[in-house]
């Protein structure tokens, strides 16, 4: 098998500016559930699909959820995160289809500490998403295709919850 890519896409690529356009638009709160939402629904499957009984991920977004509802701290979702989520991900070496998902539901919850790492669930997410439809010897424009389908999904699931003129949009430091 060739090696594969931890992530697909680009932040330069006019889909993923639009996205994150569009997240900018919206507030903290709009977007940390946003995330947490489209992790469980899109990123949590293709995981636990690859790895039936292995909650971590699962219990990462939960964390996260709880965190935002004010029913744990903030020090309990970051253990959470890299103790469990983000170890099941080093564990994955050899199943890039879980290894991905299992990043993308670490940044799509990590993202109740960072905005930032919204960008992170769809690069990862894409890569799960695209791995999983395709395989693991597919052409990297084959892989483009899908992660640009991914990109234009997550930007619609967005736009279907986004506050229209939103009074206090996120100031987000993307460092792209």
Known sequence: MAKLRKTLGHWDDPSVRALMALIDTQSKESIRRWCLDYAAAHMLPIFERRCPGDDRPRRALTAAAQYLDGQVKFPEVKRVILQECHAAARE????PVAQAAAR???QGAAVV????HSLGL??????AVAYDKLGLSASAQAYDEI???????????????????EPNPAKIKWYC
């Not at 500490?113 to 930032?116: A, G, I, K, Q």
């Open 147 to 165: 992660a640009q389908q991914v990109c234009e999904h997550l930007r619609q699931s967005l736009q279907a919850v986004a506050v229209a003129d």
């Open 92 to 95: 994955l070496a050899h199943d």
């Open 122 to 127: 769809y690069f990862y997410g894409a890569a």
């Open 113 to 116: 500490h960072t905005l930032s």
């Open 104 to 106: 993308a539901c670490g």
